[in-house]
């Protein structure tokens, strides 16, 4: 089983759709976690860190829950320009902070 | 201010010949990271450097591969005896420090190696 693993997709929404995308991780002792978005042949870039108490960045959310070891992104009011891989990134600080990616969940958003 | 860069950000070399990736980070950012992505594919971790530490090799995935840095300035990655599979983007990321919530990856552009 993979340490990270996400739907790849891909997702294919209307502009305007709220869509929400989710992430499980397997180490119960990681400790800081991130959304990364990718868009095409270009490098990751970050998204949002996510708090254990949720937060929200414009139409973006970003929850934790521990209990069940996921996290996940939601997009409101979805734009062309959310067209892109996001890649969900667990830390594990006994791993002496090396990140851990998801493979990414492609989203396309259509006129 | 600059981020990181990555040259060359296109390499082709032929079959087993040796290439060279070189990453300089931001600076000041303790932490770097190398990571393989092939086409339409995820990241996949090859090396992490962390101040003085010993490097996390664990993604390294063959004795081909190697990677150094020193101290926390420019990192080389090392491909002997290059195969067709090797083809990829190499990414490069740094980060200011390696562990708790501010480890915010800064990723270079890559460099699209080809082997023919």
């Known amino acids: 089983r993979k340490e990270v693993e996400q739907d790849p997709g891909p997702f294919n929404v209307p502009e305007g759709a709220t869509v929400a995308f989710n992430c499980t991780y397997s180490n119960s002792a990681s400790q800081s976690f991130f959304w990364y978005r990718q868009d095409c042949r270009k490098e990751p870039k970050l998204l949002m860190s996510?708090?254990?108490s949720g937060n929200e960045d414009g139409r973006f959310t970003a929850q934790l829950n521990r209990a069940s070891q996921y996290i996940s992104l939601l997009i409101r009011d979805s734009k062309l320009s959310d067209s892109a891989t996001y890649l969900c990134v667990v830390n594990i600080l006994t791993n002496a902070g090396k990140s851990t990616f998801g493979d990414g969940t492609t989203l396309t958003v259509k006129p | 201010g600059a981020g990181v860069s990555q040259s060359p950000s296109n390499k082709v070399t032929e079959k087993g010949k040796d290439v060279e990736l070189r990453c300089d980070p931001i600076s000041g950012h303790t932490a770097l990271y190398w990571y393989r992505q092939r086409l339409g594919q995820g990241l996949e971790f090859l090396i992490y450097f962390q101040g003085n530490s010993a490097p996390d090799k664990s993604g390294l995935p063959s004795d081909r591969f190697s990677a150094e840095r020193t101290g926390e300035s420019v990192s080389t990655l090392t491909i002997q005896r290059t195969q067709q599979e090797d083809s990829a983007v190499y990414l490069c990321?740094?980060?200011?420090?390696?562990?708790?919530?501010?480890?915010?990856?800064?990723f270079g552009p890559g460099t699209r190696l080809t082997v023919l």
């Open positions: 996510v708090y254990s």
């Open positions: 990321a740094s980060s200011l420090v390696g562990t708790g919530v501010n480890n915010e990856q800064f």
